[in-house]
């Protein structure tokens, strides 16, 4: 079935640093890919999407590119702040015939001042 | 527009005992999704929605068991609650029939203890 592995957290950077969070999946056919970004008591809020391969999901300086022949969507930030501190999910949708939304781990991101 | 609410927000439950939560969505989105989310478990798709009809569902056990109404507030509902339904649990509303691209809009969650 269909699955999605992100690296595993907690990941610590210091303020400006450079950030990557790894995430492959498993499909069966040619999906949709998320990132959303979970802030503490909040629930889930969509960062960045791609919807076919070798399209990128840009957002809030945010990116990913969806990579079939590595079957990858890594999320990138040139520079982080303080602010970015929250949990990334990876997440993949096939949405034939409604939601279903598969979702990674979560990665929790902390970034210091 | 107000965004996706869930009631309550917070419950405590014991062992064996029943429970409903409640999500309205953004108001002329038609699509509900239930995610559960657990430490171990991660998010976990529930059920979804969509007029009134339950279009897709999770491998969850029958104790779980949802509803949409005609205005699109959808109620989910578990049954001898058990220690492991402690949880956060996430609605998602969408204003389109569900195709892969599309997005969902997430409430805050209620978040579950069972004692």
């Known amino acids: 079935g269909n699955s999605v592995t992100q690296m595993e957290g907690p990941v610590t950077l210091s303020e400006e640093a450079f950030l990557t969070i790894n995430c492959t999946y498993t499909?069966?056919?040619?999906?949709?890919l998320f990132w959303y970004v979970q802030y503490p008591g909040e629930g889930l809020q969509l960062l960045l999407k791609a919807t076919k391969a070798d399209d990128k999901g840009s957002n809030k300086g945010f990116e990913a590119t969806y990579r079939k022949e590595t079957t990858s969507f890594h999320l990138e930030k040139g520079s982080v702040q303080v602010s970015d501190s929250a949990v990334y999910f990876c997440?993949?949708?096939?949405?034939?015939?409604?939601?279903?939304?598969?979702f990674g781990a979560g990665t929790r991101l902390f970034v210091k001042a | 527009k107000a965004g996706v609410t869930q009631t309550p927000r917070y419950l405590i439950k014991t062992r064996g005992q029943q429970v409903t939560l409640s999500c309205s969505p953004i108001?002329?989105?038609?699509?509900v999704s239930w995610y559960q989310q657990t430490p171990g478990q991660g998010l976990q798709f529930l059920f979804e929605?969509?007029?009134?009809?339950?279009?897709n569902k999770g491998n969850f056990p029958g104790r779980f068991s949802g509803r949409q109404f005609s205005n699109s507030r959808s109620e989910m509902n578990v049954s001898t609650l058990e220690l492991g339904d402690s949880a956060l649990y996430l609605c998602?509303?969408?204003?389109?029939?569900?195709?892969?691209?599309?997005?969902?809009?997430f409430g805050p969650g209620t978040r579950l203890t069972v004692l």
């Open positions: 499909a069966t056919g040619y999906p949709s």
């Open positions: 998602a509303s969408s204003p389109t029939a569900g195709g892969k691209a599309d997005t969902q809009y």
């Open positions: 997440a993949l949708s096939e949405g034939t015939g409604g939601f279903k939304t598969i």
């Open positions: 929605y969509f007029s009134e009809t339950q279009r």
């Open positions: 108001s002329g989105h038609r699509s």
